[in-house]
T-cell receptor, first 116, second 111 residues
Framework: NAGVTQTPKFQVLKTGQSMTLQCAQD?????MYWYRQDPGMGLRLIYY???????DKGEVPNGYNVSRLNKREFSLRLESAAPSQTSVYFC???????????????FGDGTRLSIL | GDSVTQMEGPVTLSEEAFLTINCTYT??????LFWYVQYPGEGLQLLLK?????DKGSNKGFEATYRKETTSFHLEKGSVQVSDSAVYFC??????????FGKGTSLLVTP
């Protein structure tokens, strides 16, 4: 009954370091998403993958890259971390039901990332 | 562009009080509307949704009605419990794949 699994749960980086946040879902969903959550800002979409083999930019893509490795896995990479990227990162997945995509999104528990 | 506006929090209520969290939206066309809940240290969970005007979504005693004439989707519960303490997000889905979230409203219910 895992749902959406994110690793790691916590991470501290120094400015300029790189790292990859991992996300895997076991619900056979077509679509996957990466959001960041900042105080007073709600959730903002970084990147999404509507289906395996496709990725698209969201509202705040600068400084990030993504890879849809297969149907289950969608990773987020910070190439050169900056303090402004300190945030809580959530991965989500959903079925694809056409547009508008009103299928519920299922979220992981988040990765809390601090960049010093 | 599309946007969601929620009432500012935090909201503090006594157990068994009536809850309303206001949500209004701006969107073209006919968006689908959602309420998500986030408990401390966890990800968001879908609470309820409505996909067309006048639909009422309901779950766990919470309700919200899609009002196109007032572009609103207010969340209500008749009697809150301490376990309802969480952050509540209103969201919409429109022409794109991803959800457009409000900033969230923190609810604290005291015994």
């Amino acid at each position: 009954n895992a749902g959406v699994t994110q690793t790691p749960k916590f991470q501290v980086l120094k400015t300029g370091q790189s790292m990859t946040l991992q996300c895997a879902q076991d619900m056979n969903h077509n679509s996957m998403y990466w959001y960041r959550q900042d105080p007073g800002m709600g959730l903002r979409l970084i990147y999404y993958s509507a289906s395996e083999g496709t990725t698209d930019k969201g509202e705040v893509p600068n400084g990030y890259n993504v890879s849809r490795l297969n149907k289950r896995e969608f990773s987020l990479r910070l190439e050169s971390a900056a303090p402004s990227q300190t945030s809580v990162y959530f991965c989500a997945s959903s079925d694809y039901g056409g547009l508008p995509n009103n299928q519920p999104q299922h979220f992981g528990d988040g990765t809390r990332l601090s960049i010093l | 562009g599309d946007s969601v506006t929620q009432m500012e929090g935090p909201v503090t209520l006594s157990e068994e009080a009536f809850l309303t969290i206001n949500c209004t939206y701006t969107a073209t066309g006919y968006p689908s509307l959602f309420w998500y809940v986030q408990y401390p240290g966890e990800g968001l969970q879908l609470l309820l949704k409505a996909t067309k005007a006048d639909d009422k979504g309901s779950n766990k005693g919470f309700e919200a009605t899609y009002r196109k004439e007032t572009t609103s989707f207010h969340l209500e519960k008749g009697s809150v419990q301490v376990s309802d303490s969480a952050v509540y997000f209103c969201a919409l889905a429109n022409s794109g794949y991803a959800l457009n979230f409000g900033k969230g409203t923190s609810l604290l219910v005291t015994p």
